[in-house]
């Protein structure tokens, strides 16, 4: 069992930056993919960002891909997800999301992640 929490989620100008965190509790948070996925209102949940268990591998979302960076410190039990360069179509709620996986593959369907955190808005204005 993993509990997420994010944190980091605010207002922000147009072409400002935020830095989200997700905390894991739990056991083995080394053994889990992590992924962040976002949900604007009156649309489905889409999927950002994802990192594999050592952080060797990556992957992204074309429309976020060359702005946001994901990282992880498996010391800290925590994935970080950097948005620079940020518009207003960014705007969302953002989940961190896990699934036990020793793989480099990533998938970024939210079927394939086991644990999900509540959530953390993130409002960028024109």
């Known amino acids: 069992q993993v509990q997420l929490v994010e944190s980091g989620g605010g207002l922000v100008q147009a072409g400002g930056s935020l830095r989200l965190s997700c905390a894991a509790s739990g056991r083995a948070f080394s053994s889990y993919a992590m992924g962040w996925f976002r949900q604007a209102p009156g649309k489905e949940r889409e999927f950002v960002a994802a990192?594999?268990?050592?952080?060797?591998?990556?992957t992204y979302a074309d429309s976020v891909k060359g702005r946001f960076t994901i990282s992880r410190d498996n010391a800290k039990n925590t994935v970080y997800l950097q948005m620079n360069s940020l518009k207003p179509e960014d705007t969302a709620v953002y989940y961190c999301?896990?699934?036990?996986?020793?793989?480099?593959?990533?998938?970024?369907?939210?079927?394939?992640?086991?644990?999900w955190g509540q959530g953390t808005q993130v409002t960028v204005s024109s």
């Open positions: 999301a896990a699934r036990e996986s020793r793989s480099i593959v990533l998938l970024t369907s939210p079927s394939w992640y086991t644990y």
């Open positions: 990192i594999s268990w050592s952080g060797g591998s990556t």
